[in-house]
């Protein structure tokens, strides 16, 4: 099991000494996220502070970019880390992408599976010289020497997705080469749903669930007493609001016997009661969707949870000061072995 740190985008000048720390410590990769700075940015910083890291976005937002750009961005990474970059797209939300943004929505899984594909395509194009993708959404058919990037000595980058609900999950089997779970994405909701879609999407496409990395996020709260560990919990508590909110995302608090937390939650969202939020998330949540342990304890109760399910597992929050960061490393190393 590989053990990646997750991070939001750091300015380019430090992002370079975070690199080359998460190397040092022991974690696999890194793993960014794509919120006011870009992903892309950080892995080209740093694939060249840390070389050999293992580099991913996790995710980067697909539509506002054409599928070509995007094929174009990743390959020069794949080739900066020497074949250790995984391109992960996601489609965020309908308001972002039209408000914020300013492209289209409609249809957003049918979308993203024609924008994987344009991807691979333009992958092809590079090596080969010929352009040739016909979907729904996008036609992409001209290339020329000087727009190419050309050939390079790597494979081609792994093309990850997030998906959420059993149709995206079931679309990335079948054209993807993983899935970015959600943080939300509890044991329960890995068995009844993520593993079996995968499964059947592969299988259509005649591929093998084996070849589909699962990428999981781990919110984790670790420290040798409660009161260390209770500070860690009320940070969860503030980030399970903040995701649970969303409301195609209700469906697993309920399945996992938390029946109506979406709604509670939006209408404190609604009247401005960010406290409130935090407050609907209960012990009984958090004990059921992140990973409470002790340091010593912390490598057996993520391998209990995700051994034989996550080819990934990236820590949620693992960043902050040195001492914790350090411990969080030799967790990783373990799991490493």
């Not at 070509?68 to 797209?89: D, I, K, P, S, Y």
């Not at 001209?142 to 990037?149: E, K």
């Not at 399910?309 to 820590?315: D, M, P, S």
């Amino acid at each position: 099991m590989h053990i990646d740190v997750m991070t939001v985008p750091q300015p380019l000048t430090q992002i370079g000494g975070v690199a080359q720390r998460t190397q040092a410590a022991g974690f696999s990769g890194m793993l960014f996220t794509e919120t006011g700075r870009t992903a892309y940015l950080n892995a080209a910083v740093a694939s060249q502070a840390a070389p050999g890291l293992q580099l991913s976005t996790g995710v980067a937002v697909a539509f506002p970019r054409s599928p070509f750009v995007t094929a174009a961005a990743a390959w020069e990474l794949q080739e900066a880390t020497g074949g250790n970059f995984r391109l992960g797209l996601g489609t965020q939300v309908r308001t972002h992408v039209v408000r914020r943004y300013g492209v289209p929505f409609e249809r957003p899984g049918p979308r993203l599976r024609d924008y994987v594909l344009a991807v691979k395509a333009c992958f092809s194009a590079f090596r080969t010289g010929k352009l040739d993708h016909h979907g729904e959404f996008y036609d992409l058919d001209f290339i020329t020497p000087q727009w190419s990037a050309g050939p390079i000595d790597e494979p081609d980058p792994k093309v990850d997705v997030a998906a959420v609900n059993p149709w995206m999950l079931r679309m990335a089997g079948e054209v993807a080469d993983g899935v970015h779970v959600h943080p939300l994405g509890e044991l329960g909701y890995l068995k009844r749903h993520v593993l079996p879609n995968i499964a059947t999407g592969a299988e259509k496409a005649g591929r093998s669930p084996s070849d589909i990395a699962i990428i999981v996020p781990a919110m984790t709260i670790v420290g040798d007493s409660d009161e260390d560990r209770a500070s860690q919990r009320e940070t969860v508590r503030t980030s399970m609001a903040f995701y649970g909110s969303t409301p195609n995302y209700a469906f697993i608090w309920d399945e996992a016997g938390f029946e109506g937390t979406t709604a509670r939650i939006r209408e404190k969202q609604k009247a401005g009661d960010f406290a409130g939020m935090a407050a609907q998330i209960s012990d009984e949540h958090i004990a059921a969707f992140a990973t409470e342990s002790t340091w010593d304890g912390l490598a057996d109760a993520l391998t209990q949870k995700y051994g034989g399910i996550a080819t990934r597992v990236a820590l949620y929050n693992a960043l902050g000061d040195h001492e914790r960061f350090e411990r969080y490393g030799e967790v990783a190393r373990q799991l490493r072995q």
